[in-house]
């Protein structure tokens, strides 16, 4: 079993910053890919940024220059730090991390979500 626990959501100013944390614990052999993703009210899901085991990144065009994605492998965390936040970046962001297990079972796992507020 493996488990995602986020933190760092919360309410902020246009203009301020966040940074989200996204922690995986349990059976984890290795972790391909760690992402984040954003849903506003009314909205789907939608993808912020993902970073793959080798660094590779991949960003919504939408928080291209604002959002960094980061990880440390060593503690299978991944993070979001957002500056330069916007009201349309209010919603409830989920991290997503996708590997396998010692026992050689692939994983594809959720966070339970962390509200971002973002006031005008």
């Known amino acids: 079993q493996v488990q995602l626990v986020e933190s760092g959501g919360g309410l902020v100013q246009a203009g301020g910053s966040l940074r989200l944390s996204c922690a995986a614990s349990?059976?984890?052999?290795?972790?391909?890919?760690m992402g984040w993703y954003r849903q506003a009210p009314g909205k789907q899901r939608e993808l912020v940024a993902t970073?793959?085991?080798?660094?590779?990144?991949n960003f919504a065009d939408s928080v291209k220059g604002r959002f960094t994605i980061s990880r440390d492998n060593a503690k299978n965390t991944v993070y979001l730090q957002m500056n330069s936040l916007k009201p349309e970046d209010t919603a409830v962001y989920y991290c997503?991390?996708?590997?396998?297990?010692?026992?050689?079972?692939?994983?594809?796992?959720w966070g339970q979500g962390t509200q971002v507020t973002v006031s005008s």
């Open positions: 997503n991390e996708v590997g396998s297990t010692y026992y050689g079972d692939a994983f594809d796992y």
């Open positions: 970073i793959t085991s080798g660094g590779r990144t």
């Open positions: 349990g059976s984890i052999f290795s972790i391909n890919r």
